[in-house]
């Protein structure tokens, strides 16, 4: 099963189609090689099939693309989760990159929220802005309807600590997102997660 967005503003044009069900092929093209390398990984280490095509006004900067991106792929989680019937439902993450260590730990559980603690060294990593890093985990958190808490414990190296968290937040989410054998409808006491 695969679920696609399509969102088309006067800023940006995105389609963006995930199956978390995947095997981690991923075709990225937002224009911001950074961004587009993060969604490669994250991709690749959740083992979701991901495909990114966005055009924004890049001209302006890179805010607007980064924004809708993490639109679209938040409605998506929540759109190829279903009633999320049998999954897991909470999952955490350590990821270490060489002297960076992240770690990420989410909820599924409808209720969206995000706290997100990272110190960066640089005010840009390549073409994406260090500011937007964590605007767009909070943008995915609330359209996805998640409860995602994202921190940098330390690093150095402001690529090695944002490769870290995305990697890490892909482990969280395969975790979540696994079907528990055991489980008999949706893992919670309300008998519903979606409203």
């Given at each position: 099963m695969s679920t696609t967005i399509n969102r088309t503003t006067?800023?940006?044009?995105?389609?963006?189609?995930?199956?978390?069900d995947g095997s981690g092929r991923a075709t990225i093209d937002t224009g911001i090689g950074f961004f587009d390398h993060m969604l490669m990984l994250f991709a690749h280490h959740g083992l979701f099939d991901l495909t990114v095509k966005a055009r924004g006004d890049l001209h302006v900067d890179e805010h607007h693309t980064v924004e809708d991106v993490g639109i679209c792929l938040g409605q998506a989680i929540s759109r190829d989760l279903g009633e999320r019937a049998g999954i897991v439902r909470a999952a955490h993450s350590y990821v270490p990159m060489d002297e960076s260590l992240a770690f990420v730990a989410i909820d599924l559980g409808g209720r969206p929220y995000c706290v997100f603690r990272a110190d960066w060294h640089t005010p840009r990593i390549g073409g994406l802005g260090t500011d937007l890093i964590g605007h767009f985990f909070e943008t995915v958190a609330i359209h996805a309807g998640m409860n995602l808490?994202?921190?940098?414990?330390?690093?150095?190296?402001d690529h090695h600590q944002c490769e870290a968290l995305f990697k890490a937040f892909a482990h969280a989410l395969d975790a979540a997102t696994r079907l528990d054998p055991r489980r008999q409808g949706v893992p919670s006491t309300k008998g519903t997660l979606t409203a």
């Amino acid at each position: 099963m695969s679920t696609t967005i399509n969102r088309t503003t006067n800023e940006t044009d995105v389609s963006l189609t995930l199956s978390l069900d995947g095997s981690g092929r991923a075709t990225i093209d937002t224009g911001i090689g950074f961004f587009d390398h993060m969604l490669m990984l994250f991709a690749h280490h959740g083992l979701f099939d991901l495909t990114v095509k966005a055009r924004g006004d890049l001209h302006v900067d890179e805010h607007h693309t980064v924004e809708d991106v993490g639109i679209c792929l938040g409605q998506a989680i929540s759109r190829d989760l279903g009633e999320r019937a049998g999954i897991v439902r909470a999952a955490h993450s350590y990821v270490p990159m060489d002297e960076s260590l992240a770690f990420v730990a989410i909820d599924l559980g409808g209720r969206p929220y995000c706290v997100f603690r990272a110190d960066w060294h640089t005010p840009r990593i390549g073409g994406l802005g260090t500011d937007l890093i964590g605007h767009f985990f909070e943008t995915v958190a609330i359209h996805a309807g998640m409860n995602l808490h994202a921190r940098l414990l330390y690093g150095s190296n402001d690529h090695h600590q944002c490769e870290a968290l995305f990697k890490a937040f892909a482990h969280a989410l395969d975790a979540a997102t696994r079907l528990d054998p055991r489980r008999q409808g949706v893992p919670s006491t309300k008998g519903t997660l979606t409203a």
